[in-house]
């Protein structure tokens, strides 16, 4: 059973740093992994999606890697900004399209 | 082109109660699945539906049951509701069943259950 972990839940950063998300999963046989924002009480937005054959996927200030072998992928948040602030998920891609979440990681970028 | 929309955006039922939720898929996509997101926790794959036939379930029991319709919008359907189910609902589309598409979310249906 595909098990997708987030670590840490919550963080809290200053404007303007650096940062980088990561995520893990159990099982590498996956078709590919997304990376998703959630704004409170809204639904879900699709940041990167990394096909299982990609190394990495860069859109704007973001950036993804997939380590399949290893099970892990990390976003990268460049100059991070307060409207970065959101709940980060990624998820993997297995059998019939499930999609499979992680719970989440709580950003909170200080002004 | 429109996006994946939802309705209705809020509900508020009592246990043992009935719900149907409705969602229409973006424009050119035939594959629809359902996620039931609880507070603090990340989306759980309820089922899918592709060319209007379920193609997939997750660990829900019979009384969630879905269908699609031949314009591919879909509808889940939760009987006997019961207080855990109050959650986000999401459903997300996707074209043409390709595993490897990115799925499209729509902004979901907060179910309250008293």
């Known amino acids: 059973k595909q098990e997708v972990t987030q670590i840490p839940a919550a963080l809290s950063v200053p404007e303007g740093e650096n940062l980088v998300l990561n995520c893990s999963f159990t099982?590498?046989?996956?078709?590919?992994l997304q990376w998703f924002r959630q704004d409170p009480g809204k639904g879900l937005t699709s940041l990167l999606l990394?096909?299982?054959?990609?190394r990495e996927q860069t859109s704007g200030r973001l950036n993804a890697s997939l380590d399949k072998s290893s099970g892990r992928s990390t976003l990268y948040i460049a100059a991070s900004q307060p409207g970065d602030s959101a709940t980060y998920l990624c998820a993997v891609t297995g059998a019939n399209s499930k999609l499979t979440f992680g719970k989440g990681i709580t950003l909170s970028v200080r002004p | 082109e429109t996006g994946v929309t939802q309705s209705p955006t809020h509900l508020i039922k009592t246990r043992g109660q009935q719900v149907t939720l409705r969602c229409s898929s973006q424009?050119?996509?035939?594959?629809v699945s359902w996620y039931q997101q609880a507070l603090g926790q990340g989306p759980q794959f309820i089922f899918q539906y592709y060319r209007e036939e379920e193609n997939g379930r997750g660990n829900f029991p019979p009384r969630f049951s879905g269908l699609q319709f031949p314009n591919y919008s879909s509808e889940l359907n939760v009987n006997a509701l019961e207080l855990d189910d109050s959650a986000l609902y999401l459903c997300?589309?996707?074209?043409?069943?390709?595993?490897?598409?990115?799925?499209?979310f729509g902004p979901g249906t907060r179910l309250t259950v008293l």
């Open positions: 990394i096909q299982s054959s990609q």
């Open positions: 997300a589309s996707s074209p043409k069943g390709i595993r490897g598409d990115t799925q499209y």
């Open positions: 099982d590498s046989a996956i078709y590919n």
């Open positions: 424009s050119g996509h035939n594959t």
